[in-house]
């Protein structure tokens, strides 16, 4: 193979993916090395079975995800990963794997499942290692900066939670409980859920119709269906307001997200349910959704969630039974302030990563391709980067 220009080849030819090891539950034994499973990491154990940098993927269950290693680990049964990169760049590897969308390769009817042999004959193009290495570091740095955005938003998290914590300590006297209906009684609170969609309301633009997946900590909506002109007119008052604290109420129950003034108005799906600050001036809704990541909310959840033989599901009527601790408003309003500046951070790291992330994946599959080179695109990549 010649090393100097682009070339076609299948994917045998830049690596060799092998099975993972099979690590029962019983056999793990304390330690620090990580696991990675076709989901990523899955748990820790006292000994490595692959050095890094390395590569894993789904063998069945999960499949498509692609998991970058930067230590020592120990890749599960679930998995697959590169057991050589024949002198391939290894970021450059993942991200060729990542943009290949193994998922697609399933061969298998019942649990997905892919089979190695087959993922090593798909046609590919290879760069030239210098190249290979150039396209890394470009797409890597998006992806540190990405990341870093994250660890911020997870230590002013933390943050919040600790301020909020103790704020209610030194308001320990001055704490009142109310349930849930007596707030929406008086207009001060809303805890609606999401609108029953039919099939010919959705369409392949308009707002998006947000469902459990689309909520984590924040709002992504690449995957999403979307809702028409109908049906945004049918859902009424279920669509997104800045402000809201959202909960997803089947299946996955208990994540949290809050809308921001940045977040694009969608309309929430019967997956989700969402609290709405009515009158902030008698409930503050940044209080209001710091309440709903604590233990006072979380166990009134963990109490409902489990009550049928189905799937996890809290109901309108469980949400507007629970209970509330809070002080008076005037005492919310003074924490209230620092939560918003707060969240405001978070709001725009959230902002930066979205960004970021759509550059990433813009450029993907064109850098991949030889479609743009590097020196074209160098000063406008550079200065997002700086």
């Known amino acids: ?39 990523g990491l899955s748990g820790y154990h006292s000994e490595a079975k692959c050095k890094a940098p390395g590569i894993v993927t789904g063998r069945y269950g999960t499949l498509g995800e692609v998991h970058f290693i930067t230590e020592d680990y120990w890749p599960h049964n679930t998995a697959l990963y590169v057991k050589d990169l024949k002198g391939n760049d290894p970021r450059f590897l993942y991200y060729l794997l990542w943009h290949t969308n193994l998922a697609h390769h399933n061969d298998k009817s019942g649990v997905p499942g892919v089979n190695r042999n087959d993922l090593h004959e798909i046609e590919v193009v290879r760069p030239p290692l210098p190249e290979q290495r150039a396209i890394a570091r470009v797409l890597g740095a998006l992806d540190d900066k990405i990341e870093l955005s994250r660890r911020m938003n997870r230590t002013l998290e933390d943050m919040a939670r ?14 009142e409980t109310v349930t849930t209906q007596s707030l929406t009684d008086s207009g001060v609170l ?12 959705l369409r392949p633009t308009g707002l998006p119709f947000a469902r459990a997946g689309n909520i984590d900590g924040g709002f992504q909506f690449t995957d999403c269906e979307y809702m028409g002109a109908d049906g945004i007119q049918a859902a009424g008052d279920k669509l997104s307001r800045p402000l809201d604290s959202v909960f997803t109420s089947k299946g996955t129950v208990g994540r949290l997200a809050l809308v921001s003034k940045n977040t694009p108005t969608f309309v929430y799906a019967p997956q989700l349910c969402f609290w ?43 949400q507007r039974r629970m209970r509330i601790t809070l002080p008076s408003p005037k005492r919310q309003a003074e924490v209230g302030r620092h939560l918003e500046r707060l969240y405001g ?27 743009l080179r590097l020196h074209h695109a160098s000063a406008a990549i550079e200065e997002v980067l700086a």
Not at 190 to 200: M, N
């Open 1 to 39: 193979m010649d090393d100097t220009r682009w070339c076609d080849c299948e994917l045998g030819d830049l690596l060799t993916l092998q099975r993972g090891f099979d690590l029962p539950y019983h056999a793990r034994k304390p330690g620090r090395v990580p696991i990675v499973s076709s989901s």
């Open 162 to 175: 600790a301020l909020f914590n103790d704020w209610l300590e030194r308001m320990e006297g001055e704490l």
């Open 345 to 371: 951070m978070m709001d725009q790291n959230t902002t930066q990563i979205g960004t970021l992330a759509a550059l990433r994946d813009s450029l993907l599959p064109v850098l991949l391709s030889g479609e």
């Open 276 to 318: 709405r600050a009515a009158d902030p001036s008698r409930l503050n809704p940044f209080v209001l959704h710091q309440w709903m990541h604590g233990d006072e909310f979380g166990e009134q959840v963990d109490m409902t969630k489990g009550q049928t033989d189905m799937a996890d599901y809290v109901s309108l009527t469980d």
């Open 190 to 201: 809303v805890i609606g859920d999401g609108y029953r969609a039919k099939r010919s309301e």
